[in-house]
Each structure stands twice: as structure tokens, then as C-alpha cells.
């Protein structure tokens, strides 16, 4: 019977693989693992189509770091839209204010008609509603695609470095980064901004230090809009002062930032923050805010980052975070504080996790870790100092695959080993949507999720199968075994041969490749 995609063997995809149970498995289907394999497919995006594995795995690795390129070419060429945050802000409220008096408009009507004999109508409400959306005022409809525009080019973007890259391992980094620094396209102004938060905030500093990543993460107009900083007012700054005195009242403090910077960017859970320390990051960090907003513009102090700092709605007064007393600096206090959070034992050990946690396991060795741990409190997060200490650990190098392929990065292995280019921005999109991960679209601050238990279902699977057929028509198949040797060196198992051996075609071997079990773990 010959052999198809659907028919292919999947082998531990219902559920997370521990370090031990991947370990175990390997020596069971005799899938090992080598030094090249895991330098392309472990610590990279796969091979590149056309290119050879590396001979000597480690100085490959290493090299990446000197040859890395914070601003390639095609994101030199990206126009800046760091400015249109605050324009499309105010168009919003502009909308919402439109919107709850059509709202209300409506409500008063469709009682009155609800009043008369016969008058009942399923449809209505469904109609009106797109009758309130057809009344938007034309300049925010404009700006609301113009907002998703840029949100699609700078998918595809990022895509597109990723698949072209030579410098493969780091650009996993920047993306596990801007996933720990996590914004969302969900949340509106964002639209413009998610995009310039990766490559304004975290390419630049994917091989510093940690702290100048961490304060131009949290402090960038995208993390400020995502998690409403922008419009934190202190409780007794002079800008509130004059509120009371107004018929508007107070808006008072947002602690949102300063809850996920604890929790999920430096210290983490249980990482020895209290409720106070919270609310005295939040007073640290008012003023913090975007640019263009009409009301505070212009007491607005531009920041690095395209963020901006209103001294007239920072909350006055030394702040205590952790028991050690920060001064009232204006901008600078907030980030005092961040750059001790940054040194945080805690987060020493958080960082570390994660990390290993990424590379090396869902359940990842606990000596990688400490030595993570160490290496980051010894170079006060070094994180180039870091990678190395990654690269040179012997916990890196297991034999087996020990991580599942999150959907992303599956399908940035697939294009480059298939060597198909230029999807254009909406297929990108429409693609990740469909096997589930879209870029700045996580489902909360945390981000996506990295472990397999998220990624691994039935249905996940049964999608990359649709997409791997779909792409497997649509490009040259020929040499698919040469290539499936050279993409995994060493590593591919007899299994995986045999049902491309089976194949009846070189397009089916090449979609049976794209699913295989070397293919869809690292």
C-alpha cells in the first residue's frame, strides 16, 4: 500500500516530552542526534536550501554571534510608524465617544419600535450593529486598515529575515525574547507598534545586556499601550491635583506594567515581590507615556525608545521597591529601579529557566540551568556571555530531540528548507493563523506558551499536515531524500527513510518530510 502524509508516523506529539523521556525515546527509534543536526535544527531555524551542514557545530554557533545583524537591509527599508500611535488613539476615543451616543441612539429607537404591535425583528440588532460599523467616520476606518497594514508587512517581515537569515540561532533569540516581552496587536493602537517593539527593542540589545533590553521593552509606546500604562496618572501629581478640581474627577493609578514587569519580565512567580513593591513600581512608573496624545503633548519629554515622559503626571516622592529607597528623579527613578530588578538574583534564576526551558526541554536539566544562572549574575546579564554559556554547556548537546517545534518556527524551518519565498503579507498571516501562532498575537502578557502540551494536539498536527500537502504541490521535489540527509545530518531515522523510499512521488516524499518526526522536533 503506498504510503501518505496522513499515514506518516508521528511519535510523541499527544503530550510535553520530558529531558528522560526524550532521551529514552531516541534510544528506542535509534533517531540520534548529531552535533550538526542540533546546530541547525536545536539551536537554529533548519537548513537553508542549497546550504551544507556545518562542520564543526559549535564554532558555527559561535560565529553567529559576530555576524548577527540587528538591522538587515530589509528592515532598513521598513518606513518608520512610530508616530502614528497617539493619531490613531485619539481617533479611537474619538470612536468610542461616536459610538456610545449611536449606542444609546439606537437603544431609545429600538424600544420605541419594540413598543408597537408586530414589531419584533431577530434581525434587527444583528443589522444595526452593522449598521453602526458601516457610520464609522471614514478617516478611522482608513486608520484602522492602514494600522493592520503595517501589522501584516511586519509578519512578514520578521518572516522573511527569519527564513534568509545566516544567523539562524539568533534570531530564535530575538524571538524568544520578544515573546518574554510579550505585546499584542489585540489591544487597539497597537496595530503600528508591535512591530517597532521587536525591531527597536529587542534586536539591539538581543546580544547586551539584559537591563538595556528590559527598560527599552517595558518602556516602549507598544508595552505602554498593550498594558495602559500610557494614561497611569499619580494619585497626588500635579496633573491630578487640577483633576479633582474639574468636573472630569480623578483617573487614578494603572498597576498593569508594573504587575507583569515583577511577574513575568525579571522576577517572576514567587520571586520575593509583594503587593507593595507593586504599587510602588506603578507610582515610579506614571508619566511614562506615549507621544501625541493633544491633552499632555506638550509637557511631553521625548524618551529613547520613541516613548515619552510628562513630569506633571509622575506620582512626586522616593519610591521603596524590595526594601531599597529609589529618589524622586522624574524618568530616571523608574529606571533605577528596573536596572536593580535586572540584577535580581531572582531573575537570574527566572531568565535562566526560561531559557533552558526553550533550548533544551520542557522539563529542562537543572545543572543547565545553574550554570545559566551563574553565568548571568557573574556578567550582570550579559545575555551574548549568556549564549555562550548555552553553546559551551554539555546539556545543549544531548543526543535526541528533546523540544516540540512550536508552529512558528516550524514553518520558518519548512520555507527554508523548501526554499519557498515571498507568500506576501496576507498568506503569512493567513497561514500562522491557521496552524495557530501569529506573531504579537499572544492570548495574554505571558505570551505564547513553550512548552508542547500547547502545540502538540491532534488537530494542531492534522493542520500541518493540510498546509506541509498544500506546500509540497507548489515547489520542486526532486532530490527530496538528498535533502532530508543534508538537513538533518546523521539523524534521519530508518523509519523516515523508508516512507520516503515508499513515497509515490517526490512531492509526497516532500510532504511526508515536512511532518516527519525529525521535522517536527528539535
Keep these: 500500500m503506498p504510503a501518505t502524509i496522513r499515514d506518516a508516523p508521528q511519535r510523541d506529539i499527544a503530550g510535553p516530552a520530558s529531558h528522560d523521556r526524550a532521551q529514552q525515546e531516541n534510544r528506542k527509534t535509534s533517531m540520534a ?20 551542514p556545518p562542520d564543526d557545530a559549535r564554532r558555527a554557533l559561535l560565529r553567529q554571534l559576530d555576524a548577527y545583524d540587528p538591522r538587515p537591509a530589509a ?24 459610538r456610545q451616543d449611536y449606542l444609546k441612539r ?5 424600544e420605541a419600535a419594540m413598543a408597537g404591535p408586530g414589531m419584533a425583528d431577530p434581525g434587527m440588532s444583528r443589522s444595526r450593529r452593522q449598521a453602526g460599523r458601516d457610520a464609522l ?15 501584516r508587512e511586519d509578519v512578514q517581515l520578521r518572516t522573511d529575515i527569519a527564513v534568509a537569515s545566516e544567523t539562524p540561532m539568533v534570531e530564535r533569540l530575538v524571538h524568544f525574547w520578544s515573546n518574554h516581552f510579550s505585546v499584542s496587536v489585540g489591544k487597539a493602537g497597537t496595530a503600528h ?4 517593539h521587536e525591531f527597536g527593542a529587542i534586536r539591539p540589545h538581543v546580544l547586551g545586556r539584559f537591563s538595556d533590553m528590559l527598560k527599552a521593552a517595558v518602556l516602549h509606546p507598544a508595552m505602554l499601550l498593550y498594558l495602559d500604562q500610557f ?24 498597576e498593569n506594567l508594573a504587575r507583569e514587569v515583577l511577574e513575568l519580565h525579571t522576577l517572576g512567580v514567587g520571586g520575593g515581590y509583594s503587593q507593595t513593591d507593586v504599587a510602588e513600581l506603578a507610582r515610579a512608573l506614571t508619566g511614562w507615556t506615549i507621544p501625541g496624545l493633544p491633552r499632555t503633548e506638550r509637557f511631553a519629554e521625548p524618551q529613547p525608545g520613541g516613548a515619552a515622559f510628562v513630569a506633571v503626571a509622575h506620582e512626586p516622592g522616593d519610591r521603596s521597591v ?58 550582570e546579564g550579559d545575555l551574548a556571555s549568556l549564549v555562550r554559556a548555552l553553546i559551551d554547556a554539555p546539556e545543549s548537546w544531548a543526543t535526541g530531540p528533546v523540544k516540540y517545534r512550536a508552529p512558528f518556527e516550524w514553518l520558518v524551518s519548512v520555507l527554508r528548507l523548501t526554499g519557498v519565498e515571498g507568500l506576501g503579507a496576507r498568506r503569512t498571516v493567513g497561514v500562522l493563523k491557521e496552524i495557530g501562532q501569529v506573531p504579537w498575537q499572544a492570548p495574554s502578557p505571558a505570551g505564547y506558551d513553550d512548552r508542547a502540551g500547547s502545540w502538540a494536539g491532534p488537530d494542531a498536527l492534522f493542520r500541518r499536515v493540510e498546509l506541509a500537502e498544500r506546500i509540497a504541490r507548489n515547489v520542486p521535489a526532486g532530490d527530496v531524500a538528498a535533502r532530508a540527509e543534508a538537513a538533518f545530518p546523521g539523524t534521519l531515522s530508518e523509519t523516515t527513510r523508508t516512507w520516503l523510499d515508499r513515497a509515490e512521488s517526490g512531492t509526497q516524499a516532500l510532504g511526508l518530510l ?3 518526526p525529525e521535522m517536527m522536533r528539535r
Design 231 to 254: 494614561q497611569s496618572i499619580g494619585p497626588s501629581s500635579r496633573f491630578m491635583m487640577r483633576r479633582r478640581k474639574s468636573a472630569r474627577g480623578p483617573r487614578g493609578l494603572n
Design 514 to 516: 515536512l511532518v516527519s
Design 137 to 151: 467616520p471614514p478617516e478611522l476606518r482608513r486608520a484602522f486598515v492602514a494600522g493592520f497594514d503595517v501589522f
Design 106 to 110: 439606537m437603544e431609545r429607537e429600538t
Design 75 to 98: 528592515l532598513a527599508a521598513r518606513a518608520d510608524t512610530s508616530g502614528e500611535a497617539g493619531e490613531l488613539l485619539q481617533l479611537i476615543r474619538s470612536q468610542r465617544r461616536q
Design 33 to 52: 542526534t548529531s552535533q550538526p543536526h542540533i546546530a541547525l535544527n536545536r539551536f537554529g531555524y533548519g537548513l537553508r536550501r542549497g546550504e551544507s
Design 322 to 379: 524590595l526594601g531599597r529607597t529609589y529618589r524622586d528623579g522624574g524618568a530616571r527613578q523608574a529606571l533605577d529601579i528596573l536596572d536593580d530588578l535586572a540584577a535580581h538574583p531572582s531573575t537570574a534564576r527566572f531568565i535562566a529557566t526560561k531559557l533552558a526551558r526553550h533550548f533544551a526541554g520542557d522539563d529542562p536539566p537543572q545543572g543547565l540551568v545553574r550554570r545559566l544562572e551563574q553565568d548571568f549574575l557573574a556578567t
Design 193 to 196: 507598534q508591535v512591530g517597532n
